[in-house]
């Protein structure tokens, strides 16, 4: 097993990841990140408990319980690098052994949940408006880098993408979770995803 040098994966004295501060115990399954440090009192308010909070930098996370259910939310500051460098992190929390610095034999999957705001270039979609994206397109060569499976729609989106733009790379198209959509789609569902 293969064990991860200093240089791939930082530690603080007390045994924490590097950026986030974070050990495995202080994070949920649910993890709901945000961009504006600023937002995540915003929406750690509204849970019912919080027993974990934390800042270092741009990063600010509160854990806590919201009816019952434990949940995470956590800022990324600006920028893909600092969206990078939370995700890595947060894997590393999950599935390393921070004392061993090797795998774990049980992986730990954590449901990632972005929210935030954006402008628009529709008029008919009005200022205020909660909107859910169904997919992202990337128009980078990020994917040439990692191992990111797509489903049949999802290469055949990226190449009618590649041919209507005519470029030499294959862009990449990524749908949303079918349980996130019906979950936000669905009135019941906490009004916590829909503030920010």
Known sequence: MRTLPESELILNADGSVYHLNLRPEHIADTI?????PE??????RYFDQINFKISKREFVTHTGIYQGKRLTVI???IGTDNVEIVMQELD?????????RTAR???????I????TSGSIQPDIPIGSFVVSVGAIGLDTLPNFYNI???????EISAVLQEKLDIRFLP????????LLNLVKDETYPAIILIC
Do not use: H
Not at 92 to 100: R, S, V
Not at 105 to 111: A, D, I, N, T, V
Not at 149 to 155: A, F, L, V
Not at 172 to 179: D, G, P, V
């Open 149 to 155: 499976p797509q489903n049949t729609y999802e290469t």
């Open 92 to 100: 590393a929390l999950a599935n390393i052994d921070l004392k061993t």
């Open 105 to 111: 034999e049980k992986l730990r999957s954590l449901s």
């Open 113 to 116: 949940i972005r929210i935030g």
């Open 75 to 77: 800022s990324t500051g």
């Open 32 to 36: 709901i990140v945000v961009g504006d």
């Open 172 to 179: 990449y198209f990524s749908q949303c979770s079918a349980m």
């Open 39 to 44: 937002r995540v009192p915003k929406v750690s």
